[in-house]
Nanobody, 126 residues
Framework: VHLVESGGGLVQPGGSLRLSCAAS????????MSWYRQAPGKERELVAQ????????YYADSVKGRFSISRDNTANTVSLQMNNLKPEDTAVYYC????????????????????WGQGTQVTVSS
């Protein structure tokens, strides 16, 4: 069971980056997937989340209108498109599996999980 992030790097303010997370070893299509970030000296915070059914999404207020989360259940990947990046977006970004449904319907039992990727560094600086 693994999550592997990629796509981080150094970008100037106003620039864009696309993070990807490749999942393996579990039923990705039934899993709620999230992106978190942790800046130096700060707690880890939820940035964006995408649900299993209907593709409902959640964004932290600080990234609304700039970031977009998406998933590809065929490729078992979740991505985070980050536009108009700001220095305060600098952090290590982590892919997370919040939990999963036991069945292929919304009313099925939901099991919480605590699966994390190794993180990828995003630095926004001129």
């Amino acid at each position: 069971v693994h999550l592997v992030e990629s796509g981080g790097g150094l970008v100037q303010p106003g620039g864009s980056l696309r993070l990807s997370c490749a999942a393996s070893g579990f039923t990705f299509s039934r899993s709620t997937m999230s992106w978190y970030r942790q800046a130096p000296g700060k707690e880890r915070e939820l940035v964006a989340q995408i649900a299993v059914f209907r593709g409902d999404t959640y964004y932290a207020d600080s990234v609304k209108g700039r970031f977009s989360i998406s998933r590809d259940n065929t490729a078992n990947t979740v991505s985070l498109q980050m536009n108009n990046l700001k220095p305060e977006d600098t952090a290590v970004y982590y892919c997370n599996r919040d939990g999963y449904y036991e069945g292929d319907y919304e009313g099925s039992y939901y099991t919480k999980s605590d699966l994390w990727g190794q993180g990828t560094q995003v630095t926004v600086s001129s």
